[in-house]
């Protein structure tokens, strides 16, 4: 069975706290912190476990948030595989004000990543990658990282017969499309930034997924739509894949259920549209959990016998 390592360049140790009423110039009494880890790959690799498949996560770690998040990522059991980083990673803080019910967030920019410590995850994923494994580039790129590292990272999984899935926004998203990718997943808000356009309707959408696959190294695409569910493309077919109506509590982490969800049908030996279908529940059941909980098996399987059923 092929081997699953993602990748988090720019993870998070997320603290979440409340208080009664955000007052301005007022020592305000919080309640205990609960904290818990986040990151496109991470959250991946937490998926993954919770529906009983394996993978090795890679991921930056550097300072005493570092130190907190390698400590809570083998608190799950997850196999892991930090690279030291001089600066602190980063940190994320919410606050729900039970007043009002109302949460506020505060992010601080991530950590200031050297050449050499980016070039060292280069190192390792050459040395890690066999044929036929499957690599998850999720999230953001830290600072100090080229914006066309993804690039760099589909020669190796090229040299090395794996195969990239890729997950990202921001300064890495557009570089990104020039890698050799088997498969990409960008939301309908990336996508139209891939496409160079404002927004994408859906009398244009397969006609713009087709010309994305025309002019790129890409395999399969596949465009998450929230509620609406998924666009699965390839050279050879275009196909919607609705999303079952759930009682949403959050969308926080969706996107990454939904590529490991995808990620595990392939292990397992799915078709694409299987895979897309597994993928959706994945979202789905996400939305179902409040926090950042993810999502649950038992409702995934649920979900994608629905789906399996009805569409």
């Not at 139209?192 to 009398?203: D, H, K, N, P, R």
Request: aromatic share 6%; glycine share 8%.
């Amino acid at each position: 069975m092929p081997k699953i390592i993602t990748l988090t360049m720019n993870p998070v140790v997320q603290k979440d706290t409340a208080v009664a009423g955000i007052i301005p110039n007022t020592k305000l009494r919080c309640d205990p912190p609960v904290y818990d880890i986040g990151g496109g790959g991470i959250n991946v690799s937490r998926v993954l476990k919770e529906l009983g498949s394996p993978s090795l996560c890679m991921h930056l770690s550097g300072g005493s948030t570092g130190d907190h998040l390698r400590q809570m990522i083998a608190m799950r059991e997850i196999t892991q595989k930090a690279i030291s980083i001089e600066d602190r990673t980063r940190d994320y803080l919410s606050v729900t004000d039970t007043l009002t019910n109302l949460q506020y967030r505060f992010g601080v920019p991530g950590p200031h990543v050297q050449k050499q410590e980016w070039e060292k995850v280069l190192t390792q994923l050459q040395e890690s990658l066999q044929k036929g494994d499957i690599l998850v580039a999720s999230g953001k790129l830290p600072q100090g990282v080229p914006s066309d590292f993804y690039i760099r990272v589909s020669k190796i999984t090229d040299k090395n017969g794996a195969k990239l899935i890729i997950d990202t926004s921001g300064d890495a998203l557009l570089p990104s499309k020039k890698a050799s990718i088997f498969m990409m997943k960008p939301n309908l808000k990336e996508f139209s930034i891939l496409m160079g356009v404002e927004s994408i309707s859906a009398l244009h959408l397969d006609s713009l997924a087709k010309k994305f696959l025309t002019q790129n190294k890409c395999e399969v695409l596949v465009i998450s739509l929230g509620a609406k569910g998924a666009l699965l493309a390839t050279k050879e077919f275009v196909e919607y894949i609705p999303s079952p109506v759930v009682h949403q509590k959050t969308t926080i982490g969706t996107g990454d259920s939904m590529v490991a969800g995808m990620v595990y049908s392939l292990v397992q030996g799915k078709s694409l549209r299987e895979m897309v279908h597994y993928g959706v529940a994945c979202g789905a059941a996400a939305t179902m959990r409040s926090g950042t909980q993810f999502c649950n098996k038992y409702e995934v399987e649920d979900l994608y016998e629905w789906l399996k059923k009805n569409c």
